[in-house]
T-cell receptor, first 118, second 114 residues
Framework: GAVVSQHPSWVICKSGTSVKIECRSLDFQATTMFWYRQFPKQSLMLMATSNEGSKATYEQGVEKDKFLINHASLTLSTLTVTSAHPEDSSFYIC??????????????FGPGTRLTVL | AQSVTQLDSQVPVFEEAPVELRCNYSSSVSVYLFWYVQYPNQGLQLLLKYLSGSTLVKGINGFEAEFNKSQTSFHLRKPSVHISDTAEYFCAVSELGQGFSFIFGKGTRLLVKP
């Protein structure tokens, strides 16, 4: 089956530093990748949608200058949290979709990255 | 869009008992419907999905769900639960023509007791 990986699985950083999270589709071409954020005991909130080779589309209320998303290849998208602060601590989950077939394709979720900002 | 409502934040049930986790949605367009399970500190695993066709959908681990268009519901059921089913369950909706992004419900924690 389709596999999506995330790296790192967890990261602890100091306030003010930047952190990069990678999302990779291992056995399919991810034409679209989605980034979600999940606070403890809450649901997933979509942050942004990125299509390969295009600028990401951010959801209302998500700071695009703070959460930089790059989707430069069909197998890799990165989320960089710039100048991280404690309130950015969260569980970040990516998902990927293969849209090349033209029909509906489900999203495949990565295992998530736990970010803790001290 | 549109919203997804999971009315029960937590459902306690004894092992081997049946369970139903409720999901209602609101949307002005056609939708695809999903149920995902999440174990602690892990990502989401797809249990089942409804895209079209038969309204009764069978998934993994003995779960099934029924799409009811008139009631805009997609309730998840299992006839006999196990301790290992203890997890967080999310209902999700993807609206046709809206870029395939998901709207998630707030989740229901299924707690299976011995």
């Amino acid at each position: 089956g389709a596999v999506v990986s995330q790296h790192p699985s967890w990261v602890i950083c100091k306030s003010g530093t930047s952190v990069k999270i990678e999302c990779r589709s291992l056995d399919f071409q991810a034409t679209t990748m989605f980034w979600y954020r999940q606070f403890p005991k809450q649901s997933l909130m979509l942050m942004a949608t990125s299509n390969e080779g295009s600028k990401a589309t951010y959801e209302q209320g998500v700071e695009k200058d703070k959460f930089l998303i790059n989707h430069a290849s069909l197998t890799l998208s990165t989320l960089t949290v710039t100048s991280a602060h404690p309130e950015d601590s969260s569980f970040y989950i990516c998902s990927a979709r293969d849209g090349t077939s033209g029909s509906y394709n489900e999203q495949f979720f990565g295992p998530g990255t736990r970010l803790t900002v001290l | 869009a549109q919203s997804v409502t999971q009315l029960d934040s937590q459902v306690p049930v004894f092992e081997e008992a049946p369970v139903e986790l409720r999901c209602n949605y609101s949307s002005s367009v056609s939708v695809y419907l999903f149920w995902y399970v999440q174990y602690p500190n892990q990502g989401l695993q797809l249990l089942l999905k409804y895209l079209s066709g038969s309204t009764l959908v069978k998934g993994i681990n003995g779960f099934e769900a029924e799409f009811n268009k008139s009631q805009t519901s997609f309730h998840l059921r299992k006839p006999s639960v196990h301790i290992s089913d203890t997890a967080e369950y999310f209902c999700a909706v993807s609206e046709l023509g809206q870029g395939f992004s998901f709207i998630f419900g707030k989740g229901t924690r299924l707690l299976v007791k011995p």
